[in-house]
């Protein structure tokens, strides 16, 4: 990424960051400079059931008009910050509430028509980089940013996975609106790597329950149907 100037370093979003793990939140999320150079305010969210109930938890804390939902083990590195106010600055008033912002996840090729991988990240496995899509069909939700009076709702029924994904979908289906995957510097140290546990799987049925007319629903993790489901479970047996 190319060095990036701002004359004003005061950030246009807060981040609500759901916590299970106290030193995972401050070695990652509370020691970023990508957060430090803009003056990002972090609201922490302890004891959540689901990541709905941690941003509706957390909203009578955020004062800006943006919100940065992250996990609590991603890292912002230097020019995250300028980069994210950029871009927020240059999204009209108008759009707004609709907008839905993801990092990592899948989009539409828009010559082909196809699925495929888009956004940037590096974790401690991986160095993940594609283009940006302006299309997506699915957001990993290690972080994702929406207005403050957002029309995209979490569905507390869906639990800690997919839930990004569902907000694609229903974006996709019920607002006539496509998501979006930037491509901006960021860590992600997971300690799990790409393993799923079962709830992923859960929550994959729900997904498949809750969206019939998508048919296979493309994300990173793999192409998701009855069949995915169907071997996960029997690893897990």
Not at 48 to 75: E, F, I, T
Not at 134 to 156: F, G, N, T, Y
Request: aromatic share 8%; proline share 6%; hydrophobic share 40%.
């Amino acid at each position: 990424f190319e060095p990036i100037q701002s004359s004003d370093n005061t950030a246009l979003f807060d981040v609500v960051v759901p916590t299970t793990n106290e030193q995972q939140l401050r070695v990652n999320v509370e020691q970023s400079p990508g957060l430090a150079e803009v003056n990002a305010r972090i609201v922490s969210y302890r004891g959540a059931k689901n990541p709905a109930h941690a941003l509706d938890g957390s909203m009578a804390h955020v004062l800006r008009d943006w919100v940065l939902l992250c996990h609590q083990d991603v890292y912002f590195p230097k020019g995250f910050g300028l980069r994210l106010n950029k871009l927020l600055a240059a999204i009209p008033p108008q759009e707004r509430r609709q907008t839905l912002l993801g990092f990592i996840g899948v989009g539409v090729n828009r010559e082909t028509q196809q699925p495929e991988p888009a956004g940037f990240i590096l974790d401690r496995l991986h160095r993940v980089v594609h283009a940006s899509s302006d299309a997506a069909l699915s957001i990993d939700e290690l972080a994702i940013v929406v207005a403050r009076d957002s029309i995209h709702k979490i569905d507390p029924n869906i639990g800690w996975h997919l839930w990004a994904t569902d907000l694609c979908l229903s974006a996709i289906s019920e607002h006539r609106v496509f998501p979006k995957i930037v491509s901006l510097p960021l860590f992600h140290n997971s300690h799990t790597g790409w393993s799923l546990p079962a709830a992923f799987s859960d929550s994959t049925e729900y997904l498949l329950r809750k969206f019939p007319h998508f048919g296979d629903i493309h994300t990173l993790c793999g192409v998701l149907n009855a069949d995915f489901v169907t071997r996960q479970r029997s690893l897990k047996a």
